[in-house]
């Protein structure tokens, strides 16, 4: 098959799998360091099995193959699924245009009522947010439920609990696969939509508590409080 030809991330993954030969998996991964950046063996076997990977991840893929001759040929390839794949998410995705309408609507009611209440509720729900209320009998906050809409391959955090805020989209190697990663606030959501398992942390530099979450979607958690992750 010619690079041309290539229409999938799976074709992508065995086209690369040729490329590497007879060199091993963990071959390519001790040698892929670029710019402080690397690949695991299993990102490598992620990767040839359909994951596709970033601009980077491929140039270090290519360069633990010593092939870094193809990558001006490849990476146009590589965009060009990605964009594929971008445009078929948003054509069948119930967040498109019209789900993100929904949750706009959501968001302007509740805006509106907050600001059409007192000051004192409006320091309670401020409270709240911050996790510092601890009041007896006090009023219950609640939020409508936002989507956990979160790109194929990537951790996705929330600063509010039900996916509400703006949220952050990590790799899940997010600089490299095995550094503990701080986030900027406390995630208080989190869904993991990558093939692999994460490690999240209730303090910082991968310390605390330690909630294990699963890959490719599944059980999002919809109310944690997460400081730093790790890839597990």
């Known amino acids: 098959m010619n690079a041309s030809e290539i229409i999938s991330a799976e074709e992508f993954g065995e086209y690369l799998r040729k490329l590497r030969g007879r060199l091993t998996q963990q071959a390519v991964a001790r040698h892929s360091n670029i710019d402080r950046d690397a690949l695991t063996r299993q990102r490598v076997s992620n990767i040839e099995n359909g994951a596709l990977p970033t601009a980077q991840q491929l140039r270090c893929y290519l360069h633990g193959c010593d092939r870094l001759g193809v990558l001006d040929g490849l990476e146009p390839v590589r965009q060009r699924i990605e964009e594929s794949a971008a445009r078929a998410k948003r054509a069948g995705d119930p967040t498109g245009p019209t789900g993100v309408h929904r949750v706009s609507r ?110 490719l979607n599944r059980a999002p958690l919809p109310s944690v409080a997460v400081l730093s992750f790790r890839h597990s």
């Open 106 to 215: 959501r968001l302007a009611v509740t805006v509106v009522a907050v600001a059409g209440t007192t000051a004192a509720v409006t320091g309670v729900a401020v409270a709240l947010f911050m996790g510092r209320y601890a009041g007896d009998g006090a009023p219950e906050a609640t939020t409508a439920p936002g989507v956990p809409d979160c790109v194929d391959g990537s951790v996705c955090f929330w600063p509010e609990p039900n996916f509400i805020g703006r949220k952050i989209t990590l790799p899940p190697d997010y600089f490299t696969d095995s550094t503990c990663q701080p986030l900027p606030f406390v995630a208080r959501s989190v869904q993991n939509n990558s093939r692999e398992r994460q490690r999240l942390f209730a303090g910082t530099s991968c310390t605390g508590q330690v909630t294990i979450l699963q890959h």
